[in-house]
């Protein structure tokens, strides 16, 4: 599975979407009010500055004229930087509240059938869903919608599940193990059951999501508030510069405007990062959204660019959480056609995963569609025997553990071929059946946890990026060291208690090492709770999904790949964009400080490299770019910087190249072009 295939994922956005863009250009204004702008020292010290001389532009049309013009310019290019950078940030929350609208279709009130009784479901009664409480009980029948987010006690069912997870093929869901959760706005493709609400209207999972994507309780990560601090420091240092730069040029007898200050302190603080920061981590989120991974948290998203260990549960995870037949084998002397006939009769009362499992394989290999004779009577399994059968017309089929089903038949002493199959069944990892007809031993079924397809290749991807991979499992450690090396794992940990996956967490933690875990079970909660990392699987308990910090709708365990690479990606790119902001001031500082200080000090002249027509039009050119970049760099704080696997130090010699130069080299011909613009329509003539 590549990782442009990973699921059906969130549909495609354009960058600019046209809707998208127009809301983001109406929230951008509103995005102007200083409390919310106060988030963002850069840009709110931009707004202030912005004011200010507007507030002097205007004054200047009615006491000294000439001087307006450039002053209300100045003004004009500080407020469409500061629009430029709440529009950026807009955009981004415009793209997850896209996506968030075909969840909240799925989130719309319905009727309910609450059940008074579990143990008479047919007298039920019809409620609004909003009605419904937490510990109620409905009955959801073919072709209803399950009203809230539950747990299954009784029933299993068909369900189609693409309202949230975009995937069209229905899914299985029943009660008891770790397949037991359904997510309200989900339809009952088949069959019926009883559902126990666990959450209240208006705080389930879809409620959930649709506030996530749309980043309105996204929280800034940590290495966003240090680079908020950094930028806050850059702010205030460079404000003193400015400051100073008054008394200096009244020493060299320079008269310095204030929109000259203002442009200055502007263009030397780092406005162009300042204004994509925030555009930057909802990006991030909304691209995980893509590959069906709903983030609960921005420091989720950030620390899995930095993961080097992968905690994986097995049943449900690695595995597809049920043993599934694999294989007949027989005793001399009986074609493995008739142990599969037999195995397939014993299965016919037999509703369990590894019942169905057996008539399966019974079908895709001899094309074998057991069907009960009439009158025939079930034999179900029972703790006492660990037997189960079918009885019908005088004849008999059984199956079950190897021990119980030797002594029923009254074989002491079964073929060597028979204890070999059963030794190898026992030693992969595997469960033996032995499989009777009319009390004679036919063979033996190979009932087996199937290891997810692809998985082995993808978990290859994950140590070539680095990341360590352990699997954990209450399984003994034959099966566990069986159900590893066909996985491809590096490591495991066997008979794992919630309380062993935990200190191994930890443990990990102490040594400086970021975690991830990926589970699905409520035995898993603990350590979903405190990995750096916490996937859960959209098929696992509510527990799980409530301890985790992403939950992935897909229930793809390597889906990690992708999550890391996201994590890298937006890591990288915050990176990226930090030294083109740095970078680009460098050529700001030529085509303003000569500008200032040419004519008291005409030496400055030969730091004109540009050769910029009049110190007006090279402070306007200097304003105006730092304005447009911001708006030219949305598509790639929005797209993300493609992230390679390598090294820190290629990395960095990458971003000094790239973002480094090309930050320097860019404003140079930037700035150029836009004082040639203005020269050619006279502007300061």
């Known amino acids: 599975m590549s990782a442009t295939t990973s699921g059906a994922g969130a549909p495609a956005l354009a960058l600019f979407d046209r809707r998208i863009a127009l809301r983001a250009a109406r929230d951008s204004v509103t995005k102007l009010d200083p409390r919310q702008l106060m988030r963002n020292p850069v840009i709110f010290v931009t707004e202030i500055v912005a004011i200010l001389t507007t507030i002097l532009g205007v004054r200047d049309l009615f006491t000294h004229p000439p001087h307006a013009a450039f002053a209300l310019a100045i003004a004009i290019w500080l407020w469409l930087t500061v629009l430029f950078a709440t529009f950026a940030e807009a955009m981004a929350e415009g793209r997850g509240r896209a996506r968030a609208e075909s969840l909240r279709r799925a989130r719309n009130e319905m009727i309910a059938k609450r059940v008074p009784n579990p143990d008479d479901p047919a007298l039920y009664g019809t409620v609004s869903s909003t009605d419904l409480r937490v510990g109620d009980v409905v009955l959801v029948e073919t072709g209803d919608l399950i009203p809230l987010d539950g747990e ?10 693409s309202a949230i997870t975009g995937e069209s093929a229905p899914v299985i869901r029943e009660a008891g193990g770790d397949r037991s959760a359904v997510t309200g706005g989900t339809q009952v493709v088949s069959d019926s059951l009883l559902v126990r609400i666990t959450a209240e209207p208006g705080h389930t999972f879809i409620d959930r999501m649709i ?29 003193i510069a400015v400051a100073t730069l008054v008394g200096f040029a009244h020493y060299s007898a320079t008269v310095l405007s204030v929109p000259v200050l203002a442009a200055l302190l502007v263009t030397l603080i780092p406005t162009t990062i300042g204004g994509l920061l925030s555009a930057i981590g909802i990006a991030g989120m909304d691209r995980l959204v893509r ?37 007949f084998s027989a ?14 009769m014993a299965s016919v009362g037999d509703e369990t995963p590894e019942g169905r ?40 089929w059984r199956k079950g553990a190897v021990d119980s089903l030797l002594k029923a038949v009254g074989e002491t002493r079964p073929p060597q071929a028979f204890t070999a199959a059963v030794e190898r069944i026992a030693r992969s990892g595997g469960t033996p059946l032995a499989v009777a007809e009319d009390n004679r031993l036919l063979g033996v079924i190979e009932l087996k946890d199937v290891v997810k397809p692809g998985i082995r290749d993808r978990f290859a991807a994950l140590r070539r990026m680095g990341i ?20 491809g794992v590096d490591d495991f940990i066997a008979e794992a208690t919630p309380q062993d996956k935990l200190g191994y967490i930890r443990s990990a933690q102490s040594e400086g090492r970021l975690v991830a875990m990926c589970g699905d079970g409520t035995n898993d909660a603990p350590a979903l709770a405190q990995a750096d990392v916490g996937v859960a699987m ?63 000090y005409p030496g400055l002249s030969a730091l004109n490299v ?26 790639l704080a929005l797209k993300g910087v493609d992230f390679r696997a390598v090294s820190a130090a290629s990395l960095l010699r990458r971003n000094l190249a790239v973002y480094g130069i090309g930050g320097i080299v860019v404003p140079f011909i930037g700035i150029k072009i836009i004082d040639m613009a203005l020269t050619a329509l006279h502007v300061f003539a």
């Open 152 to 161: 299954i006690i009784q029933g299993i069912a068909s369900i189609n599940e």
């Open 211 to 239: 506030a996530l994507v749309e980043g309105a309780s996204r929280s800034k990560t940590p290495n966003e508030i240090a680079l908020d601090i950094l930028l806050a420091g850059l702010t205030i240092i460079f404000l």
């Open 610 to 635: 540009m050769r910029l027509s009049t110190p007006q039009s090279a402070i306007l050119s200097a304003v105006i770019f730092n304005a447009l970049v911001i708006i030219a760099l949305v598509p």
């Open 291 to 327: 590959f069906n991974v709903v983030a609960t948290s921005g420091r989720a998203v950030e620390a899995a660019g930095d993961v080097d260990t992968l905690l994986l549960d097995k049943t449900g995870t690695i595995t597809f959480g049920n043993r599934m037949a694999a294989s």
């Open 331 to 344: 005793v001399p002397g009986v074609e493995e056609q008739r142990v599969a006939e037999a195995a397939a």
């Open 538 to 600: 959209q098929t696992g308990t509510q527990a799980a999904r409530e301890a985790a910090n992403m939950v992935d709708l897909d229930s793809d365990p390597t889906k990690l790949i992708e999550i890391v690479e996201i994590g890298k990606q937006l890591l990288i790119t915050r990176g990226a964009l930090t030294t083109f902001s740095i970078a680009n001031d460098i050529a700001k500082y030529f085509a303003i400080l000569p500008a200032i200080f040419v004519v008291a």
């Open 357 to 396: 499992s057996i008539h399966a394989l019974a079908r895709d290999r001899f094309g074998i569609v057991a069907v009960a004779p009439d009158g025939a009577v079930p034999v179900p399994f029972s703790a006492n025997t660990r037997l189960s059968g079918l009885d019908a017309g005088g004849r008999a």
């Open 468 to 487: 360590r991979t352990v699997m954990v499992t209450g399984d003994n450690r034959v099966t566990a060291a069986a159900i590893a090396t066909e996985a």
